[in-house]
């Protein structure tokens, strides 16, 4: 038998004994050196079969091995930064701002801005400063 009860207060689970964050309806706090444990989300093979989701709610899809958050009207890939195709920071010399991509820039002003010394582009057709595509 299941039943179902209400709890209106805050929740910490720890094995220190310390109480929740303020901030917090649920702190769940691990110890960093001595059997450290992870939280596992729910997990799903596909999780647009979930019906009404609630906004702000956070699946695993096992199937495509990636974390998705419902934002009230869509899910989103929570890996890709979201449904704008926005680049994650890879490392600490590439970064994107407003849709743009720096490399050695974390303020970039065009869509591919690149500062250093040069760059080379490897590709099958071979790309020279004398193409007029670059200017």
């Given at each position: ?14 094995k ?17 050196t ?25 699946v ?23 449904t704008n ?44 400063t ?6």
């Amino acid at each position: 038998m299941f039943t179902l009860f209400q709890i209106k207060a805050q929740m910490g689970i720890n094995k220190d004994g310390t109480a929740p964050h303020q901030s917090a309806m649920l702190d769940i706090k691990a110890s960093a050196t001595t059997n450290a444990k992870g939280f596992l989300m729910p997990r799903v093979t596909d999780h647009t079969v979930i019906t009404s989701p609630a906004t702000g709610l956070i699946v695993f899809n096992t199937t495509t091995n990636t974390f998705w958050y419902y934002n009230g009207t869509t899910w989103t890939d929570m890996g890709n930064g979201g449904t704008n195709g926005a680049w994650l920071q890879n490392g600490t010399n590439v970064y994107t701002n407003n849709n743009n991509v720096g490399i050695n820039t974390a303020t970039p002003q065009t869509t591919l801005d690149i500062k250093g010394d040069g760059f080379l582009i490897s590709q099958k057709t071979k790309l020279t400063t004398e193409d007029p595509n670059l200017h």
